[in-house]
Structures are given as C-alpha cells and as structure tokens.
C-alpha cells in the first residue's frame, strides 16, 4: 500500500518543475529592480523609432505594397524590437552568470540542473519579449499602424521567434570566455539581420545572390508572419513553412543550450 501510494504521488509530483520555476522567479527578481533600464531601450526607443522612420522618412517613401509606409514597417519595427531584446539579454548576461557573478554555479551547487537554467532563463525571456511586444501593440493602435484584429498573432509569433533566438544565442554565449566574440556576433549576425530582413524594405529589393541569405534569418521569417498579421493578409509562403523553419531554430538551439550549459557546468 505504502509502495503503491509512492509511485501514484510520483506520477504527479510538481517537483520537477520547481526548479525551473526557480529560476523563473530569480530573473524575475533581477527584472523587478533593474527594469528602469531596460525602459529605453525596449519600450522608449522603439516608439522613437517608428515615429523618426514610420512618419518622417515614410513622408518621402510613400506607400509599399498597397499600403503606407508606416503600417508597412510597424510588424518589421516590433519584430526587431523582440530580436535585439533576445539576443541582448542572452549574451553579456550569460556570460557574465558564468564567468564574474558565477550565478550559475552558485544554482548548480542547489538542486538545480543545468537544462532546468536553460528552461528558466528562455520562459523569462519570453516574458520580457512579450511584456515589450505588448506595451508596442498598445501605442500603435493610436498611430493607426495595425489593420486587422489578428496583430494579437503577433504576440504568439515574437514568442517563437525568442526561443528560436535565445536558445542558439545563450549556446553561443555558454561556451565563450571572452566577451570580444560578442562584437562580432553583433557586426555579422546581428546588424545583417536587422538590415535585410525584410524590416525597413522588401528583401526583394536585395540582389538575387543575398535573398537566400535573408530567408535563412529568422527574423525574415518573423517580419513576414507579424507583417501578415498586421495587415489582414496571407504571407508571400506558407504559414506552415515559416513556423516550421522558427521551430527548427528554436529546437536545435534548445539542445545546444542544453549541452553546452551540461559541459561548462561540470568545469
């Protein structure tokens, strides 16, 4: 009877998921004390932003595919938005729980498992993007920048594409142990994308030699799902393609975290 009331508690012990939630709640806690810096650049600046180019620059650009200017870069706007979050919070940060402040450790020495750190740190994440994503949404709507009820699609879509960047990002940053790599994740990878992935202008506007080049980005792949959903319309690929292609990242990413959080904690 004792044996039999074991195994029917262990079946649905919540246990497991409380070391996640763990670290869940101490990013949480750092975010709580720390969020008037981050006001500027994640809410502040991209509002800056949309006004400076959505308004001022779109005066001269007119409209893009139908529609003005404005309404055409807001989902490009947000997106980018979410994916400087994601990669800025999954670089310095890590690296800096490893190496100086050692907070990792310090949860390996606790019944914390590295893919538990992993789990934890992208749920967070995804917080952050959302609360970002949501507050953008908010101020939009009195610019007259979204045009159909499924722009709350874009919420769903931003959460996809942080797992797709946060997880092969925060990889990276596990298994570094100089800061310098950073510059050059930022000079090759991180403006590349943010320039021509579909953001400020179609990518069919690039040469016919760099386009494969922007739909490997998953941030193109983001832009057109949220740009589609701002607009009311069908993207110019399937919905499934685009999906697809986020969870690719985000899985393997994921396992990458994983493994390279497993190998740098056992040091």
């Known amino acids: 009877m004792t044996t039999e009331t074991t195994t029917v508690r262990g079946a649905g012990d919540p246990r ?9 709640e101490r990013y949480l806690t750092l975010y709580r004390r720390l969020w008037q810096a981050s006001v500027f650049s994640s809410f502040i600046l991209p509002i800056l932003f949309l006004v400076s180019i959505g308004i001022g620059v779109g005066g001269y650009v007119g409209s893009i595919e139908g529609v003005d200017y404005l ?18 919070e999954s670089t310095y940060p890590v690296l800096g729980d490893f190496k100086w402040v050692r907070a990792y450790h310090a949860m390996r020495a606790a019944p914390v498992q ?5 789990h934890g740190h992208l749920l967070y994440m995804i917080f952050r993007v959302q609360l970002s994503i949501v507050a953008f949404l908010l101020v939009v709507v009195f610019f007259g920048g979204l045009h159909s009820p499924w722009a709350l699609a874009t919420l769903p879509i931003c959460a996809l594409l942080t797992a797709a960047v946060v997880t092969p990002v925060t990889a990276f940053a596990a298994t570094i142990e100089s800061d310098s790599y950073f510059a050059l994740l930022f000079r090759f990878v991180v403006i590349p994308a943010t320039l021509f992935s579909g953001v400020f202008f179609p990518v069919e506007q690039l040469p016919v030699a760099i386009r494969p080049v922007a739909y490997a ?7 057109e799902l949220s740009r589609a959903a ?38």
Not at 16 to 24: E, Q, S
Not at 240 to 267: P, Q, S, T
């Open 217 to 223: 980005s998953p941030v193109w792949h983001a832009v």
């Open 16 to 24: 497991p998921l409380r070391p996640v939630v763990a670290v869940v």
């Open 114 to 118: 590295p893919k538990d750190i992993v």
């Open 230 to 267: 701002t607009l009311g319309r069908a993207p110019s690929w399937p919905i499934v393609v685009h999906i697809g292609y986020l969870l690719l990242w985000a899985v393997v990413g994921l396992l990458a975290a994983r493994r390279a959080f497993a190998r740098r904690l056992e040091d």
């Open 71 to 88: 309404s055409w870069i807001v989902p490009g706007v947000l997106v980018s938005t979410a994916f400087q979050i994601c990669v800025g």
